[in-house]
C-alpha cells in the first residue's frame, strides 16, 4: 500500500491518501483511524505512487502498467472528506473522477511522483531518469 502524507503546520484537519492493488484510493483521518472517501482510478488496478499538488489541489496517480493520472482533488472525494461525513451513515461509494490529464506513453512501472511548487509540472522517475509533463492548473 502506498501512503503520501500532506503534513501541516496549522491545526487544522488535514487528511492522507493511500492506494493498494484494487485500484482504489483511500482517505483517512488519522485522528480517528477511519476511511472517510473512496476512489476508483481511471484504468489503475495496481498503483505504485501518489503525490498531491503543494497546494492541494491536484493528485496524481501511477501504476505498475506505467500509467499516469492526474486528478482535482476537488473531485476525487465527492465533497465528503471531512469529520461530517463520519457522522453520516457509514462510509460513503467510491466515486469515479475524470481524470485531467492521463500519460499512457510508457509501459514501465511508475514508482515515483512529485509535483512542481506551483503544480503545473509533473515529475515521473524512470530507472535513472526523469520525465516531466506539463499541464495547465487552470
Excluded at 5 to 30: E, H, N
Excluded at 101 to 123: C, G, H, R
Aim: charged share 20%.
Amino acid at each position: 500500500m502506498q501512503l503520501v502524507l500532506r503534513p501541516s503546520l496549522a491545526r487544522k484537519y488535514v487528511p492522507i491518501c493511500s492506494a493498494g492493488s484494487d485500484g482504489i484510493l483511500y482517505s483517512w483521518d488519522l485522528r480517528t483511524r477511519r476511511c472517510l472517501a473512496q476512489m476508483v482510478d481511471c484504468g489503475n488496478k495496481d498503483s505504485a505512487a501518489l503525490a498531491v499538488s503543494k497546494d492541494s489541489r491536484y493528485l496524481a496517480t501511477g501504476s505498475a502498467s506505467g500509467v499516469v493520472n492526474v486528478y482535482r482533488k476537488d473531485q476525487c472525494w465527492g465533497g465528503a472528506t471531512g469529520p461530517a461525513a463520519l457522522r453520516r451513515a457509514g462510509l460513503p461509494r467510491p466515486t469515479t473522477p475524470t481524470p485531467v490529464k492521463e500519460v499512457m506513453n510508457i509501459t514501465t512501472t511508475v514508482d515515483t511522483l512529485a509535483f512542481s511548487p506551483d503544480a503545473q509540472i509533473l515529475v515521473r522517475r524512470l530507472y535513472s531518469a526523469l520525465q516531466h509533463f506539463c499541464f495547465s492548473s487552470e
